[in-house]
């Protein structure tokens, strides 16, 4: 991850902005659909994303943009809706950020999105009963395994 820094002189406050520029892919894997998880099993290459970037304000977070489209994301400025008590908050680990959004980025969320990707561009299938799905998005962790019984933990 690259790291910009940049200091406003003359400013009544000190005023300093941050970008992390993050440049890697990022493959969704789960669509959630009027609250039912799916896998997704195959997906076009342009819907894959190819990173993002994090603005901050005096350490405190301003905005996400993402190189790609995304459901979740801004059609216009490509900038992933974030929630309210999430602007503005404090960022003491930018890594642990950067690993909650990815897996953030994972996620298709229909049930709160700008757009649906065309259907012949990815491929799901539901989640059985026996597969585990944890969004965690406070620990940035996402994982499907087998077991008995199925977890979800949206926020």
Partial sequence: ????HLYIPGSKENVSIDY???VGKII???IIDDGVPKTITKIHEKLHLEGL???RFNNKLSEVRIFGSHPNADLNTDELCLRDEEYGAEVTDINCL???L???LEVYYFDESHFRPNQKDYETKPVDGFMKINVNFDKG???DAEAPFRQLYPR
């Avoid at 991850?1 to 910009?4: A, L, P, S, V, Y």
């Fill in 28 to 30: 969704p894997k789960f």
């Fill in 141 to 143: 962790e996402i994982h």
């Fill in 102 to 104: 990815i897996n953030r």
């Fill in 53 to 55: 970037i994090i603005k």
């Fill in 20 to 22: 992390d520029i993050f």
């Fill in 98 to 100: 950067l690993n909650v």
């Fill in 1 to 4: 991850m690259e790291h910009k």
